[in-house]
């Protein structure tokens, strides 16, 4: 078994944890347990000091006691989503009609927020760098995680994408990172670049099960995840086959040696 090394699955945090939240920012867990959303989904409420109303960051799963508990923290003012997962977006239209919201709308919140595109985890994925009054945090969605490592699932998601994505995050240096599932992370540099070096190690994994002979999907994570708990196993067959997508675009543009994926 090709597995001399390699990195162990990954169920802490990527970066320390956030001492506390910006006095603007509030946290609505949704009800939604699970091995793929930890704790639940995030809901974050953000209400700049004298403003009209609120913006929302991803609303999160079509439950009525969840959407009414974030409305009753209005008014809002507007809502954003970083992707468009079920788990983050399903009760969108809801919440909209809930509150009279609109759309990405943050004019007249008090909000500084600067969109980046973040594609990788999903095609759609972004994450929303906000600030009021010189603070500035990172609602990172599921392209940066609270705990443990986010899926890339084949072939909405894209690992090309997402590396290039985690190099674009790892530039907010000791910026918090709020994500979309478990706790808030103090520095989303730090947390980029943990995962970059753990998608790399698991590329290399990857690589040398490959040129051992082993080619699916499957095999591969029987080899490379024999440590991650078998219910996991779909989604680590996931993350492999955009693995397995990456390495072969890789080769076919880099023939060769390894390409190296470090920031410059």
Known sequence: MVRSGGPAHVTAPAAALADQLPGWVELVRAPNPGPMTLDGTNTWVLRAPGAAGAVVIDPGPLDEGHLAAVAARGPVLGALLTHGHPDHAEGFARFLELTGAATDRVA??????????????????????????????????????????????????????????????????????????????????????FYLAHREARLEQVRAVVAAGVTGAAEVVARVYADVDRSLWPAAEMSVAAQLAYLESAEREFPGPPVSWDTP
């Open 108 to 193: 007249g919140s008090g909000l500084a927020v600067e969109v980046l595109d973040t594609p990788g985890h999903t095609a759609d994925s972004r994450c929303f760098a906000v600030t009021v009054g010189g603070e500035r945090v990172i609602f990172t969605g599921d392209t940066i995680l609270g705990r443990g490592t986010t899926v890339v699932a084949h072939p909405d998601g894209d690992l090309g994408a997402y590396l290039a994505s985690l190099r674009t995050l790892g530039r907010y240096e000791n910026v918090p990172a709020l994500p979309g599932h478990g706790p808030a992370l103090a520095d989303c540099a730090a947390a980029a670049r």
